[in-house]
Nanobody, 124 residues
Framework: QVQLVESGGGLVQPGGSLRLSCAAS????????MGWYRQAPGEERELVATITSGGSANYADSVKGRFTISRDSAKNTVYLQMNSLKPEDTAVYYC??????????????????WGQGTQVTVSS
């Protein structure tokens, strides 16, 4: 069983910073792309940033220059450093990962996983 557990959300004033973390655990063989998405009330879930296993990052235009995605492959963890936060960044942030995991007795499978979400609120 593979799980993604997020942490680091909270309330911050406009212009402030937060760092989100997402750790994957379980019978993991390898992790391909990892990413962060967000969903504001009444809106569809949207991509924030993704990062490949090789470290190549992709960002939504709305966060370029303010957010930085990174990963620690040894810890199966992806991070999102969010600076210069704006009220419009308020949303539930979800971690996503493309993971190969072991299946007994000697196989593996590839699935896409989501974390439970962490609330980020930017308000004065």
């Amino acid at each position: 069983q593979v799980q993604l557990v997020e942490s680091g959300g909270g309330l911050v004033q406009p212009g402030g910073s937060l760092r989100l973390s997402c750790a994957a655990s379980g019978s993991i063989v390898s992790i391909n792309d990892m990413g962060w998405y967000r969903q504001a009330p009444g809106e569809e879930r949207e991509l924030v940033a993704t990062i490949t296993s090789g470290g190549s990052a992709n960002y939504a235009d709305s966060v370029k220059g303010r957010f930085t995605i990174s990963r620690d492959s040894a810890k199966n963890t992806v991070y999102l450093q969010m600076n210069s936060l704006k009220p419009e960044d308020t949303a539930v942030y979800y971690c996503n990962a493309d993971i190969r995991s072991r299946t007994p007795p000697s196989g593996w499978r590839r699935d896409n996983y989501w974390g439970q979400g962490t609330q980020v609120t930017v308000s004065s």
